[in-house]
């Protein structure tokens, strides 16, 4: 069930961060044009809208680091399989965990630093503050140039994202120890249509 939650979490942001960037930039680009025209002129120069490409820049960063996750769930990301193809099944499985346990060793240690570095970025001054405590010395952190808003709040994507990738590094793991299947997929697929069979002709699987 937690499982389920999290992966329609995870399919629903990817697509709102995708939608939300593309409207962004749409308006933005038809604020630009429009601010020409004499007659619009004088009433589009008075919104600003110099904080559009900023926040497209943070969205398409989030929209990565989760679909990078997303990519590994779904095994869309590109990968070299010749020596796993060319060894024998019970000595290629090895090769393959292998390299999950690798993925997932690389995505914790960046989401570990990822997470150290928002910490010392504000974060840690955000949740003192926050909770009422003390901040003491603690740096209260940049904020970005436009949105003026903390830096740590954007930074945030690379530990939730790195983290996001490590678990299903290790649940593909444990799939394929179960299973000895990794997720794999279809270029020629397309959701939600059927392949027909033709008379006198085979279906590819």
Avoid at 7 to 26: K, N, Q, R, Y
Avoid at 36 to 65: H, T
Avoid at 82 to 111: C, E, S, Y
């Amino acid at each position: 069930m937690v499982n389920r939650l999290l992966d329609h979490f995870e399919e629903w942001l990817i697509a709102f961060l995708m939608g939300a960037a593309t409207f962004v930039i749409f308006v933005a680009v038809l604020h630009r044009y429009l601010s020409g025209v004499p007659v619009l002129q004088d009433a589009l120069i008075r919104i600003n809208l110099s904080w559009a490409q900023e926040l497209c820049i943070y969205m398409f960063v989030w929209m990565a680091k989760f679909g990078a996750a997303y990519g590994v769930r779904q095994g869309t990301h590109v990968g070299v399989d010749v020596l796993v193809r060319k060894l024998p099944p019970d000595k290629g499985k090895w090769l393959i965990l292998f390299g999950l346990a690798g993925g997932a060793l690389f995505t914790g240690v960046v989401g570990t630093l990822g997470a150290r570095f928002v910490w010392d970025n504000g974060f840690h001054y955000a949740l003192f503050d926050l909770l009422g405590l003390d901040v003491g010395d603690t740096p209260e952190g940049p904020t970005s140039p436009d949105l003026e808003i903390p830096t740590w709040i954007a930074y945030s994507c690379v530990p939730l994202g790195s983290y996001l990738m490590c678990l299903r590094f290790l649940q593909v793991a444990g799939r394929f120890i179960k299973t000895g299947v990794v997720p794999h997929h279809d270029a020629g697929h397309v959701e939600g249509v059927e392949e027909v069979k033709l008379p006198g002709e085979e279906v590819r699987p």
